[in-house]
Protein backbone atom coordinates (compact mmCIF):
# COMPACT_ATOMS: atom_id res chain seq x y z
CA UNK A 1 0.00 0.00 0.00
CA UNK A 2 1.23 3.49 -1.07
CA UNK A 3 1.93 5.82 2.30
CA UNK A 4 3.01 9.41 2.33
CA UNK A 5 3.44 10.70 5.98
CA UNK A 6 4.54 14.52 6.26
CA UNK A 7 5.74 16.06 8.94
CA UNK A 8 7.66 19.22 10.04
CA UNK A 9 4.66 21.40 9.93
CA UNK A 10 4.15 24.31 12.81
CA UNK A 11 3.90 27.69 13.79
CA UNK A 12 6.71 30.24 12.42
CA UNK A 13 7.59 33.80 12.55
CA UNK A 14 7.45 35.97 8.97
CA UNK A 15 10.88 36.10 7.96
CA UNK A 16 11.47 32.55 9.50
CA UNK A 17 12.26 29.38 7.92
CA UNK A 18 11.31 25.60 7.79
CA UNK A 19 11.75 22.29 6.82
CA UNK A 20 9.07 20.10 5.79
CA UNK A 21 9.75 16.02 5.41
CA UNK A 22 7.55 13.29 3.54
CA UNK A 23 8.05 9.26 4.49
CA UNK A 24 7.28 7.01 1.68
CA UNK A 25 6.49 3.72 1.57
CA UNK A 26 5.19 1.01 -0.31
CA UNK A 27 6.72 1.62 -3.75
CA UNK A 28 10.00 1.88 -5.14
CA UNK A 29 10.55 5.71 -3.86
CA UNK A 30 13.30 6.10 -6.72
CA UNK A 31 11.15 5.58 -9.64
CA UNK A 32 8.38 8.19 -9.16
CA UNK A 33 8.67 11.94 -9.70
CA UNK A 34 7.17 13.78 -6.34
CA UNK A 35 5.37 16.77 -5.96
CA UNK A 36 4.18 19.40 -3.29
CA UNK A 37 1.21 21.26 -3.32
CA UNK A 38 -0.52 23.38 -0.67
CA UNK A 39 -3.89 24.43 0.07
CA UNK A 40 -4.96 27.66 2.00
CA UNK A 41 -7.22 28.11 4.77
CA UNK A 42 -10.40 28.19 2.50
CA UNK A 43 -8.64 27.96 -0.51
CA UNK A 44 -8.15 26.22 -3.96
CA UNK A 45 -5.04 23.73 -4.61
CA UNK A 46 -1.79 25.40 -5.63
CA UNK A 47 1.12 22.89 -7.20
CA UNK A 48 4.60 24.53 -5.77
CA UNK A 49 7.19 22.29 -6.96
CA UNK A 50 8.12 18.39 -8.35
CA UNK A 51 11.52 16.82 -8.56
CA UNK A 52 12.58 14.33 -10.99
CA UNK A 53 13.59 10.50 -9.89
CA UNK A 54 16.88 10.76 -9.52
CA UNK A 55 16.65 14.56 -8.15
CA UNK A 56 18.01 16.00 -11.36
CA UNK A 57 15.54 18.05 -12.46
CA UNK A 58 13.30 20.51 -9.99
CA UNK A 59 10.84 22.60 -11.41
CA UNK A 60 8.58 25.82 -9.13
CA UNK A 61 5.31 27.52 -9.33
CA UNK A 62 6.77 31.64 -9.79
CA UNK A 63 5.52 32.42 -6.19
CA UNK A 64 8.08 30.48 -4.32
CA UNK A 65 10.96 30.55 -7.07
CA UNK A 66 14.33 31.72 -4.85
CA UNK A 67 12.58 30.68 -1.68
CA UNK A 68 11.35 27.37 -1.19
CA UNK A 69 13.86 24.14 -2.64
CA UNK A 70 12.31 20.96 -3.16
CA UNK A 71 14.88 17.93 -2.43
CA UNK A 72 14.56 14.09 -2.29
CA UNK A 73 17.33 11.20 -0.61
CA UNK A 74 16.48 7.85 -2.31
CA UNK A 75 17.93 6.30 0.30
CA UNK A 76 15.62 7.07 2.73
CA UNK A 77 12.69 7.18 0.76
CA UNK A 78 12.46 10.33 1.44
CA UNK A 79 10.89 13.79 -0.11
CA UNK A 80 11.82 18.04 1.83
CA UNK A 81 10.40 21.20 0.78
CA UNK A 82 13.02 24.14 2.48
CA UNK A 83 11.07 27.05 2.87
CA UNK A 84 12.47 30.56 3.54
CA UNK A 85 12.00 34.02 3.93
CA UNK A 86 8.44 33.05 4.85
CA UNK A 87 5.10 35.07 4.69
CA UNK A 88 1.99 35.38 6.19
CA UNK A 89 0.15 33.98 2.67
CA UNK A 90 2.31 31.06 2.79
CA UNK A 91 0.20 29.35 5.47
CA UNK A 92 -1.29 26.40 4.17
CA UNK A 93 -1.46 22.68 4.20
CA UNK A 94 1.38 20.96 2.78
CA UNK A 95 0.78 18.00 0.73
CA UNK A 96 3.26 15.92 -0.96
CA UNK A 97 1.87 13.99 -3.67
CA UNK A 98 3.53 10.96 -6.10
CA UNK A 99 3.42 11.07 -10.26
CA UNK A 100 1.70 8.65 -12.10
CA UNK A 101 2.65 9.90 -15.45
CA UNK A 102 1.50 13.82 -15.57
CA UNK A 103 -1.38 13.21 -12.58
CA UNK A 104 -1.00 13.16 -8.51
CA UNK A 105 -2.12 9.71 -8.31
CA UNK A 106 -1.42 8.83 -4.31
CA UNK A 107 -1.42 12.45 -1.67
CA UNK A 108 -0.35 12.23 1.84
CA UNK A 109 -2.38 13.66 4.90
CA UNK A 110 -0.80 16.73 4.72
CA UNK A 111 0.77 18.96 7.38
CA UNK A 112 0.17 22.58 8.40
CA UNK A 113 2.32 25.60 8.16
CA UNK A 114 1.22 28.95 9.98
CA UNK A 115 3.40 31.98 9.50
CA UNK A 116 2.45 34.52 12.08
CA UNK A 117 4.04 36.71 14.71
CA UNK B 1 1.22 30.62 -14.32
CA UNK B 2 -2.76 31.86 -13.95
CA UNK B 3 -5.10 29.32 -12.19
CA UNK B 4 -7.39 27.38 -14.50
CA UNK B 5 -10.72 28.74 -14.31
CA UNK B 6 -13.75 26.87 -13.28
CA UNK B 7 -17.66 27.68 -12.00
CA UNK B 8 -17.70 28.06 -8.23
CA UNK B 9 -19.89 25.46 -7.74
CA UNK B 10 -22.40 23.50 -10.00
CA UNK B 11 -25.54 21.65 -8.77
CA UNK B 12 -27.71 18.92 -9.29
CA UNK B 13 -30.55 16.80 -7.91
CA UNK B 14 -30.23 12.77 -7.32
CA UNK B 15 -29.71 11.25 -10.91
CA UNK B 16 -28.76 14.24 -13.20
CA UNK B 17 -25.98 15.12 -15.37
CA UNK B 18 -23.81 18.03 -13.97
CA UNK B 19 -20.83 19.57 -15.84
CA UNK B 20 -17.59 21.12 -14.41
CA UNK B 21 -15.55 23.45 -16.70
CA UNK B 22 -11.93 24.12 -16.74
CA UNK B 23 -10.29 26.32 -19.05
CA UNK B 24 -6.91 27.45 -19.56
CA UNK B 25 -4.75 28.25 -22.39
CA UNK B 26 -2.96 26.69 -25.32
CA UNK B 27 0.41 26.71 -22.86
CA UNK B 28 -1.64 24.28 -20.18
CA UNK B 29 -4.95 22.84 -20.89
CA UNK B 30 -4.76 23.69 -24.87
CA UNK B 31 -1.39 22.36 -25.72
CA UNK B 32 -1.41 18.57 -24.04
CA UNK B 33 -3.21 15.88 -22.91
CA UNK B 34 -2.36 15.80 -19.90
CA UNK B 35 -5.43 17.21 -17.73
CA UNK B 36 -6.67 15.37 -14.30
CA UNK B 37 -8.95 16.13 -12.25
CA UNK B 38 -9.26 15.57 -7.61
CA UNK B 39 -12.49 15.15 -5.48
CA UNK B 40 -11.91 16.58 -2.16
CA UNK B 41 -14.31 15.86 0.74
CA UNK B 42 -13.88 19.42 3.64
CA UNK B 43 -10.57 17.75 5.94
CA UNK B 44 -9.25 15.43 3.53
CA UNK B 45 -6.48 15.13 0.97
CA UNK B 46 -7.31 15.20 -2.60
CA UNK B 47 -8.30 12.28 -4.49
CA UNK B 48 -7.68 11.12 -8.33
CA UNK B 49 -10.43 10.76 -10.36
CA UNK B 50 -9.43 11.40 -14.07
CA UNK B 51 -5.85 11.89 -15.36
CA UNK B 52 -4.82 12.27 -19.27
CA UNK B 53 -8.11 14.04 -19.93
CA UNK B 54 -10.32 10.73 -20.16
CA UNK B 55 -8.77 7.84 -18.01
CA UNK B 56 -10.33 6.76 -14.43
CA UNK B 57 -7.92 5.26 -12.14
CA UNK B 58 -9.20 1.74 -10.77
CA UNK B 59 -12.16 2.31 -8.26
CA UNK B 60 -13.90 5.50 -9.74
CA UNK B 61 -17.16 5.20 -10.99
CA UNK B 62 -17.81 4.99 -14.49
CA UNK B 63 -20.57 7.63 -14.03
CA UNK B 64 -17.54 10.20 -13.96
CA UNK B 65 -16.36 11.28 -17.53
CA UNK B 66 -13.45 13.28 -18.57
CA UNK B 67 -13.30 15.04 -21.77
CA UNK B 68 -11.49 18.31 -23.90
CA UNK B 69 -12.16 20.63 -26.63
CA UNK B 70 -9.66 23.58 -27.32
CA UNK B 71 -8.51 25.06 -24.22
CA UNK B 72 -11.70 24.05 -21.81
CA UNK B 73 -11.54 20.30 -20.36
CA UNK B 74 -14.59 19.15 -18.18
CA UNK B 75 -15.64 16.61 -15.68
CA UNK B 76 -19.12 15.18 -16.56
CA UNK B 77 -20.91 13.57 -13.49
CA UNK B 78 -23.73 10.97 -14.84
CA UNK B 79 -26.55 10.17 -12.45
CA UNK B 80 -25.21 12.07 -9.74
CA UNK B 81 -25.11 11.00 -5.97
CA UNK B 82 -25.10 12.33 -2.38
CA UNK B 83 -21.81 11.37 -2.25
CA UNK B 84 -20.61 13.33 -5.34
CA UNK B 85 -21.33 16.43 -3.34
CA UNK B 86 -17.63 17.38 -2.74
CA UNK B 87 -15.00 20.16 -4.02
CA UNK B 88 -13.53 19.64 -7.58
CA UNK B 89 -10.52 20.52 -8.96
CA UNK B 90 -8.84 20.06 -12.32
CA UNK B 91 -5.03 20.12 -12.88
CA UNK B 92 -3.29 20.38 -16.55
CA UNK B 93 0.20 19.83 -17.26
CA UNK B 94 2.12 23.15 -18.47
CA UNK B 95 5.63 22.30 -19.58
CA UNK B 96 7.54 21.17 -16.74
CA UNK B 97 4.88 22.84 -14.37
CA UNK B 98 1.63 22.17 -13.08
CA UNK B 99 -1.28 24.83 -12.87
CA UNK B 100 -4.11 23.90 -10.52
CA UNK B 101 -7.98 24.93 -11.32
CA UNK B 102 -9.63 27.07 -9.18
CA UNK B 103 -11.85 24.57 -7.67
CA UNK B 104 -15.85 23.82 -8.10
CA UNK B 105 -17.51 22.98 -5.02
CA UNK B 106 -20.72 20.33 -6.30
CA UNK B 107 -24.13 20.26 -4.24
CA UNK B 108 -26.16 17.40 -4.67
CA UNK B 109 -29.88 19.16 -4.27
Known amino acids: EVQLVESGGGLVQPGGSLRLSCAASGFTFSGYWMSWVRQAPGKGLEWLAN????????YYVDSVKGRFTISRDNAKNSLYLEMNSLRAEDTAVYYC??????????WGQGTLVTVSS | QSALTQPRSVSGSPGQSVAISCTGT?????????VSWYQQYPGTAPKLFIS???KRPSGVPDRFSGSKSGNTASLTISGLQAEDEADYYCCSYAGNNYVFGTGTKVTVL
Open chain 1, 97 to 106: ARYSEYALAY
Open chain 2, 52 to 54: DVT
Open chain 2, 26 to 34: SSDVGGYNY
Open chain 1, 51 to 58: IKRDGGER
